[in-house]
């Protein structure tokens, strides 16, 4: 069964980078749509991007100059970057699967990241 | 961008009874090739979305067949045909047929 483990520091100082990882046990990370959505009191659910199997990535465009998304298939993990960030990149950061017009199927847990000095 | 609105925003139900939660996008999410891409899932207290309905009517694997989707263009709706307690949480449609993919602000059920 595959199961997804996001991982990464709890607290980023603002201006400064967060970076998660996502980790891919129980199946290949060589096909589908590696998605990262995060959830925060004040905008609900939002869509950050995914890099699809074959390296290509699609991000929100409101934060498409901060994000990057990739891929390590060497270790079947996939990894968030989001780049200056401020106390509004707070919330809950998920990654999870997508099987494109099937839908994301597969959710990690979450992991809780705050920005604050 | 897409804009998804649901409503209610909020909704308790007796178990037994029916609920319904409609959810309305700014664009039709029709694509050329006839696909239509919308999502409902739903987020149980303390734990990660789950998908339930993909495609506006397709039950994911293991959803109880008391989940129905319908609808189509802009409009579509998410029938629970007899609430049950596990049923509690906040059900969240999606689209994804244009950049930025967008959730609506969510619905939460419980029961009474």
């Known amino acids: 069964q595959v199961h997804l483990q996001e991982s990464g520091p709890g607290l980023v100082k603002p201006s400064e980078t967060l970076s998660l990882i996502c980790s891919v046990s129980g199946g290949s990370i060589s096909s589908d749509y590696w998605t990262w959505i995060r959830q925060s009191p004040g905008k609900g659910l939002e869509w950050i991007g995914y890099m699809y199997h074959s390296g290509g990535t699609d991000y929100n465009p409101s934060l498409k100059t901060r994000v990057t998304i990739s891929i390590d298939k060497s270790k079947n993990q996939f990894s968030l970057k989001l780049s200056s960030v401020t106390a509004a990149d707070t919330g809950v950061y998920y990654c999870?699967?997508?099987?494109?017009?099937?839908?994301?199927?597969?959710w990690g847990k979450g992991t809780t990241v705050t920005v604050s000095s | 961008d897409i804009v998804m609105t649901q409503t209610p925003r909020s909704l308790s139900v007796t178990p037994g009874q029916p609920a319904s939660i409609s959810c309305k996008s700014s664009?039709?999410?029709?694509?050329?090739?006839?696909?239509?891409?919308l999502y409902w899932y739903l987020q149980k207290p303390g734990q990660s979305p789950q998908l339930l309905i993909y495609g506006v009517s397709n039950r994911f694997s293991g959803v109880p067949d008391r989940f129905r989707g319908s609808g189509s263009g802009t409009e579509f709706t998410l029938e629970i045909r007899r609430v049950e307690a596990e049923d509690v949480g906040i059900y969240y449609c999606m689209q994804t047929i244009q950049l930025p993919f967008s959730f609506g602000p969510g619905t939460r059920v419980d029961v009474k």
């Open positions: 999870a699967r997508d099987r494109y017009d099937s839908g994301m199927d597969l």
């Open positions: 664009q039709s999410l029709v694509h050329s090739h006839g696909k239509t891409y």
